[in-house]
């Protein structure tokens, strides 16, 4: 969801910010647009519709500058356009101006103090720099026009702001709330970004803002002010990852990419979490304020609450802890009634997504303490959560979410186990995590080794197909769901995950001829039932494509998976459901890491 890029001090704005640019690209934009002032008199500002590459085109080699902002943009208000994309300037042109998240007051403010001022856009962002402009017309300096228009922001307002006046080029101004935002530290010049991947080919020291905080930033000063006017001095935080971790390498698609790095991934958290005595190590004081809880509250969207439902299985199981699995858009406005002790997990791969960060900042209101598990150090979840796990699953760029949806399964499961054990229970000390584990990253490795059948089978049963279905039971039906949202998402195709026992009961009106029905089973307890319900819909036209653990395979199933604990088979069964979903959406010819209308990160409500 929009990203942005600003730098203060450099001689190369323009490739500075078009560099960061194609690095924020995964999170999602229909739209760009760049300003740059090269503080001698000259200025630029180029937007366009659609991707970078087009932005680019119309950068001509006279474009050059020492100060810039750039901005994707993820339209909310107003059509994806050349117009609504940002930056956008105030009506006399003298302040530029970005924009991340939403100004829910923008209308009464557009009535309220410009009713005649000219808007070039249709978008909510405009009304704050033309509001600035207004303020500075009026006698305010650049600095207090730009806090006195934050200050007229409704309480609901999200923003991430860079602004730049024309008539001083040597500041970037700064603003954040709730929408991520970060200072990077360079040598002889600064840079702001909404995520440090945008900013690591030129620095690895970034400082964290916070809500309400401004900054004025020159190539020599970062100068941090928090919502009372007050001096904020922080160190800088390292991020020690790879710029090169985010490079597609020999990959046609990240998603291709980032399906095979999953074997990879549950080795290396078992590195990280699993001593050589075979002890899960995860920091004492969690362990036992979630023990001291009566209830575990996961809340998460998307795939990380799909991967939040698998969780519940192995935390009741291990941990022996009651616990609900919430979707974090409802819980944030439709609480269900609270146990006397709760402790609260976020899930969540980017650490950012704003209706779980809703919920977060009601529990943390309320004083419970929670667990953030994400894949980014530093990011808003995680610091304002009291505990952070982290998913060590390397960048995830393609905006549908493959390898940390198996990492926060694998972390659950390290999490159950770390509890049990600690409590002494028998089902935990037998669960050997560090086998387990490496026999699913075994096992992962064989079916992304089977590429080749499972791309067939895409083009035979998905490839020109309307509607689809993935059905199973228990542990099979959660993974049902994520593996229908992977191939929804990414090759359009409308599909529903279904508990299989439930078609009967209405849906399976909706198969006919040559539907694609894809089933997965791999609990003995119930694999008969399902095999009924692959009867009933084969029996009314159903293509169908059964993914079997190898112990309940017959000759027939098409994809067979290798032996796992039973309640890790989420980790292995969804394999292949990921590589249907990258094949059908490569066949279909779309644009399989960046799928329309979605964004990585989710940063409004
Ligand atoms: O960053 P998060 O894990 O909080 O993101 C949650 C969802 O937005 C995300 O999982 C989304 O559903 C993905 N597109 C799924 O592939």
Not at 241 to 268: C, N, T, W
Not at 554 to 565: A, E, N, S
Request: hydrophobic fraction near 40%; include cysteine.
């Amino acid at each position: 969801m929009c990203g942005i890029v600003g730098e203060v001090g450099n001689d190369n704005a323009v490739e500075l910010l078009i560099h960061g640019l194609k690095k924020l690209e995964y999170r999602g934009y229909d739209s760009a647009g760049i300003y740059v002032n090269d503080e001698k008199g000259n200025d630029y500002l180029i937007k366009t519709k659609g991707r970078i590459a087009e932005l680019e085109k119309k950068i001509t080699d006279d474009v050059h500058g020492k100060i810039g902002i750039a901005h994707t943009r993820w339209a909310t208000h107003g059509i994806p356009s050349a117009a609504n994309a940002h930056p956008h300037v105030s009506e006399d042109g003298r302040f530029y101006m970005v924009h991340n998240g939403v100004i829910t007051n923008f209308k009464e403010l557009k009535n309220e103090y410009l009713s005649d001022v000219h808007f070039e856009s249709e978008t909510d962002s405009e009304v704050v720099v033309q509001l600035v402009g207004k303020f500075a017309s009026e006698g305010l300096s650049a600095l207090e026009a730009f806090k006195k228009a934050i200050s007229l922001l409704g309480e609901g307002a999200s923003y991430a702001l860079l602004m730049i006046d024309r008539e001083n080029p040597e500041t970037l101004y700064v603003a954040k709330k709730k929408s991520p935002l970060l200072i990077g530290v360079c040598d002889g010049f600064n840079v702001v970004c909404s995520d440090a991947m945008a900013m690591l080919n030129v620095t690895h020291d970034f400082i964290e803002l916070h809500d309400g905080e401004i900054v004025e930033l020159t190539e020599n000063q970062i100068k941090i002010q928090d919502k009372d006017g007050n001096p904020v001095e922080r160190k800088p935080f390292h991020v020690s990852q790879d710029a090169s971790a985010s490079e597609k390498g020999a990959y046609e698609h990240f998603m291709l990419k980032e399906i095979d790095e999953q074997p990879a991934v549950m080795r290396k958290l078992v590195q990280e979490y699993v001593n050589e005595n075979g002890k899960v190590e995860i920091d004492e004081k969690l362990i036992k304020t979630i023990e001291e809880s009566d209830r575990i509250y996961v809340v998460a969207a998307g795939t990380s609450y799909h991967a939040g439902l698998v969780g519940h299985e192995l935390i009741e199981k291990f941990a022996g802890i009651p616990t609900e699995v919430h979707v974090a858009s409802e819980f944030a406005y439709n609480r269900p009634l609270l146990s006397k002790k709760p402790f609260f997990i976020f899930l969540t791969q980017s650490g950012e997504t704003a209706d779980s960060r809703q919920v977060l900042n009601q529990v943390n209101e309320l004083g419970y303490p929670s667990l953030t598990i994400t894949n980014v150090p530093n990011s808003t979840l995680s610091r304002e959560a009291t505990f952070t796990l982290l998913l060590y699953a390397g960048p995830e760029i393609a905006v549908a979410s493959t390898k940390a949806y198996t990492a926060q399964i694998a972390v659950e499961a390290l999490l159950a186990k770390a509890i049990g054990d600690d409590l002494g229970f028998e089902d935990s000390k037998a669960f050997d995590i560090r086998q387990e584990l490496s026999t699913v990253a075994n096992g992962m490795q064989t079916l992304v080794d089977e590429k080749e059948k499972i791309e067939a089978l895409a083009q035979k049963y998905l490839a020109k197909a309307h509607n689809a279905f993935y059905i199973g039971r228990a542990i099979d039906y959660d993974t049902a769901i994520e593996a229908a949202l992977k191939l929804k998402e990414v090759s359009y195709i409308q599909t529903e995950g279904f508990a299989a026992g439930e078609l009967k009961h209405g849906t399976i009106a909706l198969i006919e001829e040559g539907t694609p029905v894809i089933s997965i089973i791999t609990d003995q307890t119930i694999a008969a039932h399902t095999r009924s319900n692959e009867e009933e819909v084969v029996a009314r036209g159903a293509n169908l494509i059964s993914i079997v653990s190898e112990k309940l395979a017959t000759k027939k199933d098409q994809i067979v998976l290798p032996t796992v604990h039973p309640l890790l088979t989420s980790l292995v069964a969804i394999i292949p459901a990921q590589l249907l979903a990258y094949y059908a959406s490569e066949q279909r010819g779309y644009d399989v890491d960046k799928p329309r209308n979605l964004a990585k990160s989710v940063t409004v409500e």
